[in-house]
Nanobody, 122 residues
């Protein structure tokens, strides 16, 4: 499976962006999907995740109430809707597929995309 993120960009604080993660070669059905981000000088951190069925979602405290993760197994995509963006949300955002065990842990994900840059200006 390969994953490709899109939708990043430069926006002002308070704006919205919608990131997409398109999977190819294999279907995401049966896999948990997660979004992580990494800012310069920082470790990669958990942002959001969704179980294979889409029935349960998880969020980092810093994005709870502002970001929404979703998936469409038929379209083989996962998305991250980001509202009320803040300068501290600036980072490279990665999508990944994993088993769903320890869903907030990056080590539980086996396939990663190349990332998309999100920059939020104040």
């Amino acid at each position: 499976m390969q994953l490709a993120e899109s939708g990043g960009g430069l926006v002002q604080a308070g704006s919205s962006l919608r990131l997409s993660c398109a999977a190819s070669r294999r279907n995401i059905r049966g896999w948990a999907m997660g979004w992580f981000r990494q800012a310069p000088g920082n470790e990669r951190e958990f942002v959001a995740a969704i179980t294979w069925s889409g029935g349960t979602t998880y969020y980092a405290d810093s994005v709870q109430g502002r970001f929404t993760i979703a998936r469409d197994n038929d379209k083989n995509t996962a998305t991250l809707q980001m509202n009320s963006l803040k300068p501290e949300d600036t980072a490279v955002y990665y999508c990944a597929k994993g088993s769903g065990v320890q869903i907030r842990n990056a080590a539980s994900y086996s396939t990663w995309g190349q990332g998309t840059q999100v920059t939020v200006s104040s």
